[in-house]
């Protein structure tokens, strides 16, 4: 007979969670879910229970819904909401003075000017890392940087992929190394 795995309870996970200096504020039940109310340091969340399906989640206002099946899983949870949110950096690509470059702006979405100034810097540490200068952060809050076209395609999937940030691109489409179509109509060479 194999040792089987004993199922934790709601519980369970919420004496576990309490003796790793989380707060217990209130419980509760209802048809749907059993609640835990709980505190670490200044930040509220909800630890609950489907009761159908006897599935875990921890639910923040800010921060959305996370599932788990292990109180670990939850305490990593935890200790990533207790992260201070970083500043937002969004990065859009205009058209720039010269047909062959293109203008990238960085936008820091943040009214902390410190924050910002520190999101800066490892931005452009990070963007020198590829030989990309990054020029003064604006007023604005935007720091502008000029690509070569060449490079655009390696840039955006870098700032999407490795940066995580959301990408949108204002600069006109460029024509493929060649001027408008010329169209030879049938008539006009009759007059």
């Known amino acids: 007979m194999g040792a089987t795995q004993t199922k934790q309870t709601f519980d369970d996970i919420v004496s576990q969670l309490k003796r790793n200096n989380i707060t217990v504020t209130s419980t509760h039940a209802d048809q749907r879910y059993k609640y835990a109310v709980m505190k670490k340091d200044d930040i509220l969340f909800v630890v609950r229970q489907f009761i159908k ?9 800010e921060r959305g819904i996370f ?6 899983e939850a305490l990593s949870i935890v200790n990533s909401l207790n992260r201070k949110q970083r500043c ?19 936008t820091f979405h943040t009214y902390d000017v410190q924050e910002a100034a520190k999101e ?20 604005k809050m ?3 940087c000029i690509v070569p076209l060449t490079a ?23 024509l493929r190394f ?14």
């Open 88 to 106: 937002k950096i969004t990065a859009s690509m205009w058209d720039a003075e010269h047909a062959h470059e293109r203008e990238l702006r960085f």
């Open 142 to 144: 935007q720091a502008i």
């Open 120 to 139: 800066y810097k490892l931005l452009k540490a990070n963007l020198t890392k590829f030989f990309i200068e990054l020029r003064e952060l604006t007023p």
């Open 53 to 61: 399906t006897e599935r875990f989640s921890l639910r923040h206002d």
């Open 178 to 191: 060649s001027s408008a179509p010329t169209y030879i109509s049938s008539f006009s060479s009759a007059h």
């Open 67 to 72: 599932y788990f099946n292990t109180v670990d």
């Open 152 to 174: 655009v395609d390696f840039i955006k999937t870098m700032t999407i992929m490795d940066f995580a940030m959301k990408w949108q691109d204002f600069s006109k489409k460029p």
